[in-house]
């Protein structure tokens, strides 16, 4: 089991950006494809960005072009880097350790425990 750990949220205009991160421990990260997902109040939770473990990475049509995800498997991180940010954005980001296969990402049971993204002016 991988433990996760979310940080970088907060208070943003429109427009702004921020880069969240998700440190992770307990497991062999390396193996795992990651994915942040987001949850807006009274929405469900959606994936907005899923990395391989070999870097390969797919975006939701809502965050294509503006956010950008990364990895350093020697940090045992994974960043997401958010530009052009819009009220629409705000949400409790979480991260997830899955896996990726023909195209489509499966979140595992681990779980971070979110940070808040605000975007407003």
């Known amino acids: 089991q991988v433990q996760l750990v979310e940080s970088g949220g907060g208070l943003v205009q429109p427009g702004g950006s921020l880069r969240l991160s998700c440190a992770a421990s307990g497991s062999i990260f390396s193996s795992y494809a990651m994915g942040w997902y987001r949850q807006a109040p009274g929405k469900q939770r959606e994936l907005v960005a899923a990395?391989?473990?070999?870097?390969?990475?797919n975006y939701a049509d809502s965050v294509k072009g503006r956010f950008t995800s990364s990895r350093d498997n020697a940090k045992n991180t994974v960043y997401l880097q958010m530009n052009s940010l819009k009220p629409e954005d705000t949400a409790v980001y979480y991260c997830n350790a899955g896996t990726y296969f023909r195209g489509s990402y499966y979140p595992g049971g681990s779980w971070g425990q979110g940070t808040q993204v605000t975007v407003s002016s």
């Open positions: 990395i391989t473990s070999g870097g390969t990475i």
